[in-house]
């Protein structure tokens, strides 16, 4: 059915005026609205949650962060001098980025309780109070930064696990990419099916993954106190003084230590900021120090083991129930990174930066949970490409620091401005905080970039590929939209001139929909073209993508009649929101199937 057949032929017959079907109408799409939020849970479920969904991905990082950067100083002996060093910028990194950047500041950036660059990028927009190319730019460069950033994280993160079998037995290592291929392509097979029963189960087992990082920490520490110096921010300035030849190398490394950051501000809508902030000083942030704490400590006892520091922290027979839960937690790593995928590309979708894709909701209860298979299936092919062509997490390290650290320097010029041009802060309190903390990520991503031959390319070309259509799709929207424009008739003038008309009546009353509500839309002028009758009520229906993520009851819907014939009815959604509505037991039963079909078809308006 043609678009025109699909919108003029589908109406309802005639049951009293059109104001009562209309509030029944609105008040089933309020009452879907309402099915979609989360049932309210504890404080304590809350935190849980947020430990599994929001820092599984830097909850792995101990896994080869510590080890990559002690690799370029490793040696028969290494001095302790070294290792303190090592210890300290990691610690002071995720204080300075994690601790201060995400968690005391920028969960108080939230657009409507959200999160995420791209809602970072609607603050900034509407603090400058008009559009900005710059502001534009950098939110495509955010979004297109973290498609790298999802199709690495699986990668480095299964294959990291897997990897430590071959300390279990070395006859293994030949089975580790079969092994890392089979989690990951079952990984993304069951995608479709939604994460709702799997979820459950990632706060406690990723709980258990922090309290064993702490317990092994604890345990290599009181073997050698003396790595308590570490945090002392001078010995790594000390390090990084005294080892200029390998510093871009060494701080590429120690940035693997904050991948799986910005998991703290894109989930901000599904927790809340005190459930995230209470998870991450309670328990994520004493076990990843106290974890790579005795790392070093165990390397000064035994130099041999900087080979892997966290594998052989435990002993022989602990070492193959290390491996499963350092296999399990991984996967809910990679798992978080894919549905922060969905999510990003959603809310692209909705602020018009990427073409409509089928979205399939993956839980009746919560519609953070969605599922693109378009996505999942690009995802899928990066990632075990990546893991065919790189073959070990070491090698994909120097790929893995550039996606994120990019991510990073976006989502703080962002916040620059929005502080400043918001009036959130005065300009020298921004100064003063922003600063060090761009100094630093600067720093990052420079010595990341060090490693663009090395396999740095790839979040590279993904991120100006995937920006490129971004750019691409938008500015070709807004010029169809403008010759659209051009050829548009004024819906009150159109009103005006038909009050007088000859036209047959047919009874019922008919919906169409229109991205612009004061202009006519074509299909209506089609069918008086055509078919030269007129239905007996006519319903202008426009749904508007608002500029923050979910909309307020007070403003979900409006609704104006315009004579005894025409009405305009307009909804709005947020825009990580899905417009839909379900079909109700009133006269616009059909009209409502209207809606949900249009949903899907029908450009939204210009935002």
């Given at each position: 059915?043609?678009?025109?057949?699909?919108?003029?032929?589908?109406?309802?017959?005639?049951?009293?005026?059109?104001?009562t079907?209309?509030?029944?109408?609105?008040?089933?799409?309020d009452?879907?609205?309402?099915?979609?939020?989360?049932?309210?849970?504890?404080?304590?479920?809350?935190?849980?949650?947020a430990?599994?969904?929001?820092?599984?991905?830097?909850?792995?990082?101990?896994?080869?962060?510590?080890?990559?950067?002690?690799?370029p100083?490793?040696?028969?002996?290494i001095a302790?001098?070294?290792?303190?060093?090592?210890?300290?910028?990691?610690?002071?990194?995720?204080t300075?980025i994690?601790?201060?950047?995400y968690?005391l500041?920028?969960?108080?950036?939230?657009?409507?309780?959200e999160?995420g660059?791209?809602?970072?990028?609607?603050?900034?927009?509407?603090?400058?109070?008009?559009?900005?190319?710059?502001?534009?730019?950098?939110g495509?460069?955010?979004?297109?930064?973290f498609?790298?950033?999802a199709?690495?994280t699986?990668?480095?993160?299964?294959?990291?696990?897997?990897?430590?079998?071959?300390?279990?037995?070395?006859?293994?290592?030949?089975w580790?990419?079969?092994?890392?291929?089979?989690i990951?392509?079952?990984?993304?097979?069951?995608?479709?099916?939604?994460?709702?029963?799997?979820?459950?189960?990632f706060?406690?087992?990723?709980?258990?993954?922090?309290?064993?990082?702490?317990?092994?920490?604890?345990?290599?520490?009181?073997?050698?106190?003396?790595?308590?110096?570490?945090?002392?921010?001078?010995?790594?300035?000390?390090?990084?003084?005294?080892?200029l030849?390998?510093?871009?190398?060494?701080?590429?490394?120690?940035?693997?230590?904050?991948?799986?950051?910005?998991?703290?501000?894109?989930?901000?809508?599904?927790?809340?900021r005190?459930?995230?902030?209470?998870?991450?000083?309670?328990l994520?942030?004493?076990?990843?120090?106290?974890?790579?704490?005795?790392?070093?400590?165990?390397?000064?006892?035994?130099?041999?083991?900087?080979?892997?520091p966290?594998?052989r922290?435990?002993?022989?027979?602990a070492?193959?129930?290390?491996?499963?839960?350092?296999t399990a937690?991984?996967?809910?790593?990679?798992?978080?990174?894919?549905?922060?995928a969905?999510?990003m590309?959603?809310?692209?979708?909705?602020?018009?930066?990427l073409?409509?894709?089928?979205?399939?909701?993956?839980?009746?209860?919560?519609?953070?949970?969605?599922?693109?298979?378009?996505?999942?299936?690009?995802?899928?092919?990066?990632?075990?490409?990546?893991?065919?062509?790189?073959?070990?997490?070491?090698a994909l390290?120097?790929?893995?620091?550039?996606?994120?650290?990019g991510?990073?320097?976006?989502?703080?010029?962002?916040?620059?401005?929005?502080?400043?041009?918001?009036?959130?802060?005065?300009?020298?309190?921004v100064?003063?905080?922003?600063?060090?903390?761009?100094?630093?990520?600067?720093?990052?991503?420079?010595?990341?970039?060090?490693?663009?031959?090395e396999?740095?390319?790839?979040?590279?070309?993904?991120?100006?590929?995937?920006?490129?259509?971004?750019?691409?799709?938008?500015r070709?929207?807004?010029?169809?939209?403008?010759?659209?424009?051009?050829?548009a008739?004024?819906?009150?003038?159109?009103v005006?001139?038909?009050?007088?008309?000859?036209?047959?009546?047919?009874?019922?009353?008919?919906?169409?929909?229109?991205?612009?509500?004061?202009?006519?839309?074509?299909?209506?002028?089609?069918?008086?073209?055509?078919?030269?009758v007129?239905?007996?009520?006519?319903?202008?229906?426009t749904?508007?993508?608002?500029?923050?993520?979910?909309?307020?009851?007070?403003?979900?819907a409006?609704?104006?009649?315009?004579?005894?014939?025409?009405?305009?009815?307009?909804?709005?959604?947020?825009?990580?929101?899905?417009?839909?509505?379900?079909?109700?037991?009133t006269?616009?039963?059909?009209?409502?199937?209207?809606?949900?079909?249009?949903?899907?078809?029908?450009?939204?308006?210009?935002?």
């Amino acid at each position: 059915m043609s678009d025109i057949q699909g919108l003029t032929g589908l109406t309802s017959p005639s049951k009293g005026d059109a104001e009562t079907d209309i509030s029944t109408f609105l008040a089933s799409i309020d009452a879907d609205q309402e099915e979609q939020l989360p049932p309210s849970r504890g404080l304590a479920a809350m935190v849980l949650g947020a430990v599994g969904v929001v820092y599984g991905d830097i909850g792995t990082s101990p896994i080869y962060a510590f080890r990559e950067a002690i690799r370029p100083v490793a040696g028969d002996v290494i001095a302790p001098a070294d290792v303190l060093g090592l210890l300290s910028l990691l610690i002071w990194t995720l204080t300075l980025i994690v601790m201060v950047k995400y968690v005391l500041i920028l969960l108080r950036a939230d657009n409507r309780g959200e999160g995420g660059v791209l809602s970072l990028y609607m603050l900034a927009r509407q603090a400058m109070g008009r559009r900005s190319m710059i502001v534009l730019g950098l939110g495509i460069a955010g979004a297109a930064l973290f498609v790298g950033d999802a199709v690495i994280t699986p990668a480095i993160s299964v294959l990291s696990a897997v990897e430590g079998a071959g300390l279990i037995l070395p006859s293994l290592e030949t089975w580790v990419l079969p092994v890392t291929l089979g989690i990951l392509i079952a990984l993304f097979v069951v995608q479709r099916h939604g994460t709702a029963e799997i979820a459950t189960w990632f706060g406690p087992i990723t709980a258990v993954w922090f309290i064993v990082l702490a317990g092994t920490g604890l345990y290599h520490i009181a073997a050698s106190p003396a790595v308590l110096w570490a945090f002392n921010p001078i010995w790594g300035v000390r390090f990084l003084a005294g080892h200029l030849a390998i510093t871009s190398v060494v701080l590429g490394a120690v940035f693997l230590a904050v991948t799986g950051a910005e998991a703290l501000y894109a989930d901000l809508g599904h927790f809340g900021r005190k459930p995230i902030m209470i998870a991450w000083i309670g328990l994520v942030f004493p076990a990843l120090v106290l974890n790579y704490l005795g790392q070093g400590a165990l390397v000064l006892a035994d130099p041999a083991a900087a080979a892997d520091p966290f594998f052989r922290s435990v002993p022989p027979y602990a070492l193959p129930m290390l491996v499963i839960l350092a296999t399990a937690a991984t996967v809910i790593a990679a798992q978080a990174v894919i549905t922060g995928a969905y999510s990003m590309t959603l809310a692209a979708i909705q602020l018009g930066l990427l073409p409509r894709m089928h979205i399939a909701h993956t839980s009746a209860s919560q519609s953070g949970q969605i599922y693109i298979g378009a996505v999942n299936g690009m995802l899928l092919v990066g990632v075990v490409w990546l893991v065919i062509v790189f073959k070990s997490s070491s090698a994909l390290a120097s790929a893995y620091g550039i996606a994120v650290t990019g991510t990073m320097l976006v989502t703080t010029c962002l916040a620059v401005i929005y502080a400043v041009r918001g009036r959130i802060l005065p300009v020298w309190a921004v100064v003063a905080l922003a600063a060090p903390i761009g100094l630093v990520e600067t720093g990052f991503l420079v010595s990341n970039l060090s490693k663009l031959l090395e396999g740095g390319y790839v979040p590279v070309a993904l991120a100006a590929v995937t920006g490129a259509v971004m750019a691409a799709w938008w500015r070709g929207a807004h010029l169809i939209q403008q010759k659209s424009q051009k050829l548009a008739v004024r819906l009150d003038s159109f009103v005006r001139s038909l009050q007088s008309s000859s036209a047959p009546n047919v009874k019922g009353t008919a919906f169409y929909l229109t991205p612009d509500p004061d202009m006519v839309p074509s299909a209506l002028l089609h069918s008086i073209k055509h078919f030269r009758v007129l239905h007996e009520k006519i319903v202008i229906l426009t749904v508007e993508t608002l500029r923050t993520p979910v909309a307020q009851s007070d403003e979900r819907a409006s609704y104006e009649v315009l004579d005894n014939r025409f009405s305009r009815l307009t909804l709005r959604y947020g825009f990580i929101e899905s417009p839909k509505a379900y079909p109700v037991d009133t006269g616009l039963t059909t009209s409502c199937a209207v809606l949900r079909t249009g949903s899907r078809d029908f450009s939204l308006r210009d935002r």
